[in-house]
């Protein structure tokens, strides 16, 4: 099975790689093939407006959202790292989300593509007490839903705003392993 991870933290090394790299070990543990890819180092650009029969969508632009997603399409399991900044999932990973919508390959749409494979989604935000946290997860919720994807879980890391904030949560760190261990 391949377990590819997105990182969308600016931070190579920071608290959400840090969990995400615990979920890839625990699949390599697995038996599991595994690749993270951290969205920093891509030069992904906006969604441009589209009309018109939703077949008819192409992206003319010549930038790496086609080659990150066919990624993802050879994938068994998606996880999706991002901290959370206003609330929210990080630029660099909506960037790559709203991509999604104009991927077509062979008169296929994305959730053609990747009905039946598997989500998982990693949080780690500053905030010590995110009552907010579902409404970061509805539209990562809905997007593995339109995908026909499986929700395969969560890791949510609150309290971690500096770099090694997570090395005091080793709970975070052990259920993102054991999470990467049942994939």
């Given at each position: 099975?391949k377990?590819?991870?997105?990182?969308?933290?600016?931070?190579?090394?920071?608290n959400?790689?840090?969990?995400?790299?615990?979920?890839l070990t625990?699949?390599?543990?697995?038996?599991?093939q595994?690749?993270?890819v951290?969205?920093?180092?891509?030069?992904?650009?906006?969604?441009?407006?589209?009309?018109?029969d939703?077949?008819?969508?192409?992206?003319?632009?010549?930038?790496?959202?086609?080659?990150?997603?066919?990624?993802?399409v050879q994938?068994?399991?998606?996880?999706?790292?991002?901290?959370?900044?206003?609330f929210?999932?990080?630029?660099?990973?909506?960037?790559?989300?709203?991509?999604?919508?104009?991927?077509?390959?062979d008169?296929?749409?994305?959730?053609?593509?990747?009905?039946?494979?598997?989500?998982?989604v990693?949080?780690?935000?500053?905030?010590?007490?995110?009552g907010?946290?579902?409404?970061?997860?509805?539209?990562?919720?809905?997007?593995?839903?339109?995908?026909?994807?499986?929700?395969?879980?969560?890791?949510?890391?609150?309290?971690?705003?500096?770099?090694?904030?997570?090395?005091?949560h080793?709970?975070?760190?052990?259920?993102?392993?054991?999470?990467?261990?049942?994939?």
């Amino acid at each position: 099975m391949k377990v590819i991870a997105f990182v969308g933290s600016p931070r190579k090394g920071g608290n959400t790689d840090r969990l995400v790299e615990e979920i890839l070990t625990g699949a390599m543990e697995a038996g599991h093939q595994t690749e993270k890819v951290y969205l920093m180092d891509y030069a992904l650009t906006p969604i441009d407006a589209v009309y018109g029969d939703e077949m008819s969508w192409t992206d003319p632009r010549q930038d790496v959202a086609d080659e990150l997603i066919n990624k993802m399409v050879q994938a068994d399991v998606v996880v999706l790292g991002s901290p959370v900044y206003w609330f929210g999932i990080s630029g660099l990973l909506k960037l790559f989300i709203d991509r999604w919508s104009l991927y077509q390959r062979d008169g296929q749409r994305l959730m053609e593509l990747t009905a039946g494979r598997r989500m998982v989604v990693v949080l780690a935000m500053a905030d010590p007490q995110p009552g907010y946290v579902e409404t970061v997860l509805a539209p990562l919720r809905q997007a593995a839903k339109w995908l026909k994807m499986e929700w395969a879980g969560q890791v949510i890391a609150s309290g971690v705003s500096d770099p090694g904030d997570i090395e005091s949560h080793p709970q975070a760190l052990s259920e993102a392993r054991e999470l990467g261990k049942s994939l």
